[in-house]
């Protein structure tokens, strides 16, 4: 896929091409290590994949690169931004799509859309016709000023989408984008993301537990498996190296294969993978929501 | 309360829409710029500003709330006003009582609306809209601000609606436009007070239930000691010192002051709920991110 990269990149070519450099994360919910030690780079451009099973880490990590969590060891940067020091550039290079669905049911679809164009200081005469493209290009025009709360769940991923867009983000940050939709709708969502991510050649971090999707839209995936990066390539990349173990193995064989038989469960490693109740009614909720 | 969160129908629903025309070649001209960032002073107001309008949005979409909301004071005005205005019980300085009551009525209508505001923030929280605002370049102290004047834009909505019941009953109130826009900025001040009293209970209990125990325990008792319902003179001495410490009382002061003319320490009730806002303000935004943990 191609990428659109910086063309006179000063310095340290990979530090500065780099849309997020994470070195060193530790994040700990009490004696839970959710992130142990997590070293982490987005080149510019790229559609990176965070993969992993619930409590693998990846939602803190997002987190904490999102300036939700406080850093306590290790560093984030965000196109060459400390996460810690500079909190409102960071924000301001940011499109975030939590994995709730965060649409207000009780908005319009353009009036959604129109408060995050106000918090991002988009200029009055600039604002309506900012909304509109960014309505047009998730392909919810024509439902713009119905409720958000008639919208099917497909369609409330993709406003959500609209509301990142609108203030022009250099990073596209999605955790579980595509969680409990069906798949009509998933594929939706991903055209959406590709052809936006062509136009603008946006970063994309996006955490999923589908791998077919990983397999399919990311450039480079890392697989996280108790607050770690297990493995780190392209998908080819990440599958030929196991080639030599298994015939024509899947980017779920790969996974399999790190994360082991935490993968599965059913063992100690359930009441310390980090996943706690209101993650699990979290996601719940958000699956039940889109139906 | 808000709206219900964006529940979509039950059906595997993918509109037309959704296949419609992949690669559609719409401009995305406007989206490949990013606005230019609003630094110092601007930020706050404008963040205040996007937040009245988004809970003006809602109220225009569903008035629900608002009709629900005005069958308590209109009971308290017509039947608890009416009775004690025939009882001649209360001292109220030769003013009638439905008169004296009504600003007591219109002060507790909207501290109910606000009171129960960090609900609204936890069903957020919940919904990730409270995260997503996290993330955008807006200080928490901005965002507690903009939701504390959001509450007090709904709060004066309220009033207003109080306000007209009361004209119907015939309470003698002033229309002088000037100390009507006062009424509506001290009903916005006791607003934001007490939605950041909510939000800042919510900061600390974290949960919908516990708040809403919270809420209904702390609701009467403010009212109760307040002037709301009778002056603070004919209270016993230790109710007195509880309603001095009320911001409620000095909201009543001043609206009684303004809409019926009676004596009023408008200065110290005004100076009271801006110092009595910025402080739960304060507390509201050091505990907001305990909510986005």
Redesign the interface.
Known sequence: MSTLLPENSPGDAAEAAAAVCCTGLDYAFGSTKAVDGLDLTVRTGEVFGLLGPNGAGKTTAIRAI????PVPTGMITVFGHDVATDR?AV????G?????????????GR?NIS?????????RR?RA??VA??L??V??T??ADR??????????R?LELA?A??????LLILDEPTIGL?P??RT?VW?RID??RH??GMTVLVTTHYMDEAEQYCDRVALMHRGRIRALGTPDQLKADLSGVLEAPTLEDVFRHHAGQGLHGGSSADTSDGEDFRDVR?TR?TAG??? | MSAAPAVPPAVSAETPAAGAAPGSSASLSLLLVAPRARTGWQLVPARVLAMCIVELQKLRHDRTELYTRAVQPALWLLIFGETFTRIHAIPTGGVPYLDFLAPGIIAQSAMFIAIFYGIQIIWERDAGILTKLLVTPTPRAALVTGKAFAAGVKAVIQALVVVVFAAILGVGMTWNPLKLIAVALVVILGGAFFSCLSMTIAGIVLSRDRLMGIGQAITMPLFFSSSALYPVTIMPGWLQAVSKANPLSYQVDALRGLLLGSPAHLGTDIAVLVVAAALAIAAASALLGRLAK
């Open positions: 999102t300036t939700l969590l409102m924000r301001r290079l940011l975030y799509v939590p994995q709730q669905l965060s649409a207000d049911g009780g908005l319009t009036e408060l995050f164009a106000r918090v991002y200081d988009v200029p600039e016709p900012r493209e960014a047009a290009a392909a919810l024509d439902a409720l958000a709360g008639t919208y099917s769940g497909g369609m409330v993709r509301q867009l609108v203030s022009a983000p250099r069906d009509i709708a939706s055209e052809e936006i136009a603008t979290s909720r929501r889109v139906g």
